[in-house]
């Protein structure tokens, strides 16, 4: 004789209960609930879009953080003291030679290029 | 006294402007004849190769006839290109050897032009420009090395006043030695600049030398030597500026140090 345990029995007996109720519950598909559902629908569809772009687009993304710039002020140097050799003649003179000869030394030009000999054909030929 | 001397360097060094800028006007008045006989010389090697495929092709007595017109078209408007460059070297040649060798090559030009008119067959064309063909590495030797003697003296020219420039600044370091002030440092930056003056001169001789050594073995060697002779003037001309920024340096010393 198998023993059956009576926890089992009033579990299976609950089941059949609300299996019972459940089959008894009227579910209309009324025009109304459709459409309620279908809006639902188009809604976490929109939704489920909208939150996709949002992370694929640049202009929602965070600015990056920068780090922040102080603001250098300009450096004052004090003006350079001219010697007292400086301001003579003498030294005055070489400096201008100096100068100008840097100048020409930047300026020589040192390709001649209306110079290079034209491209010339060098073969005449008459065969093939 | 004085003022005749005055009046006397104003007019020489007013000539020197003159013939100078006189000098740079005939260059560019040379210089655009020479372009429109490139120009000339283009068209008619266009034609010679047209006429001279065609005749290959069709194998005609026209286009024999008319290959042959192009070809002799081709060969004078050759000619007057070299002419051309030769007048253009002439302007800036100083050296009466040089100078020599472009009046040859000038004569020879001249008459091998006055020749092609009476080419009468295609064989006697190639024949013709044959004679040109093998003077070719010769003209390009010498304008290669006219072009190059030219580019060192305009490095010695700048050396000439760079050495001028040193005696002066070795006269300013003595005047504040006599001063009882410390030079140590200008001298020391004097004596960087002549060795970098040292080296410019190295290179410069290195460039004369190249160029004497210039020869005719090939247009491809030619090209190739006288680009290394270049390339030695422009580090001539390099050192030179580096000696001239210790110079530089120097001054900068003097006018801002203790002096």
């Known amino acids: 004789m198998a023993t059956t345990n009576p ?16 089959t008894n519950v009227p579910i209309k598909m009324t025009p109304v609930l459709k459409i309620s559902l279908f809006v639902l629908g188009i809604l976490i569809l929109l939704i489920l879009v909208a939150t996709l772009f949002r992370r694929s687009s640049p202009l929602t993304q965070l600015p990056s953080i920068s780090p922040a710039v102080s603001p250098v002020g300009s450096v004052n140097l004090p003006p350079r003291q001219v010697s007292e050799f400086g301001k003579t003649v003498d030294f005055m003179n070489f400096e201008d030679d100096l100068n100008q000869l840097k100048q020409e030394n930047l300026l020589v030009n040192l390709t001649e290029a209306e110079l290079t000999f034209p491209l010339l054909d060098m073969k005449v030929s008459f065969e093939k | 006294m004085s003022s005749r001397i005055v009046i006397f360097l104003s007019l020489v060094s007013g000539l020197l402007f003159i013939t100078n800028t006189h000098a740079q006007a005939g260059f560019i008045e040379d210089y ?66 040089f100078a020599a060798l472009l009046n040859d090559d000038e004569n020879f030009l001249k008459n091998h032009k006055e020749k092609v008119p009476v080419v009468a067959t295609l064989n006697d064309a190639v024949s013709v420009s044959q004679v040109v063909e093998n003077q070719h590495i010769l003209f390009q030797v010498t304008s290669r090395k006219i072009v190059a003697t030219l580019l060192i003296a305009k490095v010695e020219n700048l050396h000439l006043k760079y050495h001028q420039l040193e005696a002066k600044t070795t006269s300013l370091i003595h005047t504040l030695k006599n001063q009882g002030k410390d030079v140590t440092t200008l001298e ?22 190249k160029t004497t050594a210039l020869r005719s073995s090939s247009l491809d060697n030619l090209t190739q030597e006288y680009n290394a002779i270049q390339f030695t003037i422009f580090e001539a001309n390099q050192y030179l500026r580096e000696a001239l920024a210790f110079t530089t340096e120097l001054s900068e010393n003097i006018k801002y140090g203790n002096y």
């Not at chain 1, 089992?8 to 459940?22: F, G, L, T, Y």
């Not at chain 2, 004097?190 to 001169?201: C, P, Y």
């Open chain 1, 7 to 22: 926890l089992v029995e009033v579990a299976k007996e609950i089941k059949e209960k609300v299996n019972q109720d459940m």
């Open chain 2, 188 to 209: 020391r930056w004097i004596l960087d600049a002549k060795n970098k003056e040292l080296l410019s001169e190295q290179k410069l001789l290195e460039a004369q030398n």
């Open chain 2, 32 to 97: 655009q004849g020479y372009l429109k006989t490139n120009d000339a010389y283009r068209t008619a090697h266009s034609t010679y190769i047209t006429t001279r495929n065609q005749y290959l092709q069709y194998g005609t007595l026209n286009s024999q006839n008319e290959a042959l017109d192009a070809v002799k078209k081709f060969l004078i408007a050759r000619d007057e290109v070299v002419l051309s460059f030769i007048s253009l070297l002439r302007l800036k040649n100083n050296d009466p050897l």
